[in-house]
């Protein structure tokens, strides 16, 4: 039988934490594939892409900065990348063409059901934070689950009014001076900026009027703990931690590439901690 391989494609590529991921998944379910980190210079992304194709991948992931560009690049699109704007998921068809999607919507909603479980007690409001690529997908999660209003918050105002003009309500756009007063009446709230990651600046926000039964998630995973995530901790919110949705969205991929659904599980993730983190 011959081996399956996949990848992902990055600039650079070394951080990427997908190639333990998807070698954990191919070990625990005993498949002939590999998965490996492939780094590609922008400028020579097509070709580079013609050669995978040309040695029989099945597939890869897109990290940045590439995934915007991938748009121009394949020849069939979900309807979620196209609404998103970003591909992160390639299938390699048996004739060589190439169908893009984007599991980063879906990685982020498993995790929240997974997580909580009955997500209506949440659904009457949700304030995001940022408006770079992860925002674009959460924002279209929580539209497709049915959020009744979306607050989007952004540092730069213009890019989150891009955003609620590419993919409309129920996103409403609010100054980043006024984020504190936003979260008054929320059942979640959603850090997609890069504060609070290792290295960069903590995120400067008052959780006084955000509601304690709401649910607080970081997509910052470097640390797990971020210090948003203590703070809402300690009031007693629901925390939910970045890690989850980076395995969720990897499962469509492995799904595509080697035909089995893979199971993102507390064992997996813990064992991503010790690796990675
Ligand atoms: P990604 O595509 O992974 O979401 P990104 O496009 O780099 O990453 O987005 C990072 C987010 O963090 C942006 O929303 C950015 O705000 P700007 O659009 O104003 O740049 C936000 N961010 C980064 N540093 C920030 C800071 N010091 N204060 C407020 N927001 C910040």
Request: charged letters at 15%; a negative charge.
């Amino acid at each position: 039988m011959s081996i399956i391989k996949a990848g992902v494609i990055g600039y650079p590529v070394s951080h990427s934490l997908s190639p333990k991921l998807h070698g954990y998944w191919l070990k625990h379910y005993q498949i002939a594939g590999t998965y490996e980190p492939i780094e590609i210079a922008p400028d020579e992304l097509q070709s580079r892409i013609h050669q995978l194709i040309a040695q029989g991948y099945a597939g890869f992931n897109v990290t940045l900065p590439h995934k915007e560009a991938m748009l121009s690049l394949v020849d069939d699109i979900s309807d979620i990348a196209s609404r998103i704007g970003a591909i992160n998921t390639v299938k390699i068809l048996p004739d060589g063409t190439l169908y893009g999607t984007n599991s980063d919507a879906y990685g982020f909603m498993q995790h929240l059901k997974q997580s909580v479980g009955d997500l209506s007690l949440y659904k009457d409001k949700a304030v995001v934070l940022g408006a770079g690529g992860a925002a674009r997908a959460i924002c279209a999660a929580l539209q497709d689950e049915g959020w009744k209003q979306i607050f989007l918050i952004n540092r730069t105002k213009d890019k989150a009014e891009q955003i609620a003009q590419d993919l409309g309500a129920p996103i409403i756009v609010v100054d980043w001076a006024v984020r504190d007063e936003a979260l008054q009446g929320a059942g979640l709230l959603v850090n997609t900026t890069s504060l609070g990651m290792q290295g960069k600046e903590p995120l400067s926000i008052s959780l006084q009027q955000l509601p304690l039964s709401a649910l607080v998630y970081d997509i910052v995973y470097r640390p797990l703990m971020t210090e948003l995530l203590k703070q809402a901790q300690l009031r007693g919110n629901t925390i939910i931690t970045g890690l989850g949705m980076l395995l969720h969205q990897a499962v469509m991929g492995f799904e595509m590439w080697f035909g089995t659904t893979p199971t993102p599980d507390k064992a997996l993730e813990q064992w991503m901690i010790t690796q990675a983190l």
